[in-house]
């Protein structure tokens, strides 16, 4: 009778993964969210240097 109990017991551990799962699927979230933050502030400041040259480029042309 223990033995059964046991045995229920484990079987509903075992099925009882969606919380690994969510975790895995945060931290890959985050990892993304981190990755994309990195990209935007580097092309934020290719942009704009480049616009900054554009910027000159007119203001000198007009002199």
Do not use: C, K, P
């Amino acid at each position: 009778m223990m033995i059964r109990r046991l045995i229920a017991r484990a079987g509903r551990l075992h099925a009882h993964e969606g919380g690994a799962t969510a975790v895995e699927y945060a931290l890959i979230a985050a990892l993304l969210a981190v990755a994309a933050v990195g990209a935007f502030v580097t092309l934020g400041n290719q942009v704009d240097s480049n616009f900054n040259q554009i910027e000159s480029s007119m203001e000198n042309a007009g002199n």
